[in-house]
């Protein structure tokens, strides 16, 4: 059962922890493959069928990439290495190998048994965004939920793309989006879970799986947001179609260059970033309203994050 607790900042979700070990110590690895054995194992009940929550929710809590995620807060050692490893710009797989730490695998199989391991108590692998949100969708496509891809566009710090990546579900209310990257979603104002499209066109609030009382994700939402992070976004089915949804934003009026042309973002994003068959492009000439990422961003953390990001880019 979920349970929901409001605050003026944003929404906490939990419930039992999904790595109890006693869950996964004998996890059924039926000819069906690794992932449909976790959804399984996620079912509320013989035969139930796992929320797209719980999916993201379980790869969140059991892999790590940032120093503030929860699975590795208590760990010193792992959490400093997350730091070192934030700050590092483009040079972070150096401090990667100098600390034995293993870069993720292309394999979505291999990331979800290491998942699996992770939640019987071994330590949670590191994971970036891409590798969590394949592990979640993987997962529920075992079951037969669809999965729709979804990339976050900013031209932060540089008029160059920096990219986030997430993905919807279907739930029982129609599509949601899920970060099992940073471990949140967005609910509208009926309570329901917000798709791609209602993130962009409507007004949202920040929920988040794991309430920590010493972080407070809204902070790094808040961060997302101030970097321009949902100023644009594309939901995409496989390689079928793809949908960008481009906000009142910086981004919208900015120039990228591609094959020697000048470009607006909307023909750059269909000449050079989506290979999708079907292309639509909507402008929603609303900024994004995101309820509980309102919080001061001025922090020596962000000063931080900023020559970081620099780095990066």
Not at 70 to 98: F, P, Q
Not at 149 to 175: F, N, Q
Not at 231 to 257: G, M, N, P, W, Y
Request: hydrophobic share 40%.
């Amino acid at each position: 059962m979920l349970l929901a607790l409001k605050s003026q900042v944003s929404t906490y979700i939990f419930g039992q922890r999904a790595h109890s070990p006693s869950l996964w110590k004998n996890l059924n690895l039926n000819e069906q493959g690794i992932a449909r054995a976790i959804a399984e194992t996620l079912s509320p009940g013989a035969g139930g069928t796992p929320k797209p929550i719980d999916i993201a929710r379980f790869v969140h809590e059991n892999s790590w990439h940032y120093y503030w995620d929860a699975s590795i807060w208590r760990d010193r050692t792992r959490r400093a290495l997350a730091r070192r490893i934030w700050l590092a710009g483009s040079e972070y797989r150096t401090v990667m190998e100098r600390a034995g730490e293993a870069f993720p695998s292309p394999d979505i199989q291999e990331n979800l048994r290491l998942l699996v391991r992770a939640a019987d108590g071994d330590s949670p692998p590191y994971l970036e965004c891409g590798h969590r949100a394949l592990a979640a969708g993987a997962i529920a496509e075992s079951i037969g939920i669809p999965v729709r891809h979804v990339t976050l566009y900013s031209d932060w710090p540089k008029a160059s793309i920096v990219t986030h990546h997430l993905l919807e579900m279907k739930g029982e209310h129609g599509w949601e989006m899920h970060d099992p990257d940073y471990g949140f979603c967005f609910r509208m104002q009926s309570g329901h879970i917000a798709s791609a499209e209602a993130l962009m066109t409507t007004n949202v609030s920040v929920a988040e799986y794991v309430w920590r009382p010493r972080i407070r994700m809204a902070r790094h939402i808040a961060f997302l947001v101030k970097a321009g992070f949902f100023s644009a976004v594309s939901t995409r089915d496989h390689d079928a179609s793809d949908t960008l949804f481009i906000s009142e934003s910086k981004i919208a009026q900015a120039t990228f260059v591609h094959e020697g042309r000048e470009l607006a973002f909307d023909d750059y994003w269909q000449s050079a970033l989506s290979y999708s068959t079907n292309k639509d492009v909507i402008f929603t000439g609303k900024p994004v309203a995101i309820k509980g990422a309102k919080v001061s961003v001025n922090t020596d953390w962000t000063r931080k994050a900023r020559r970081a990001a620099a780095r990066r880019g």
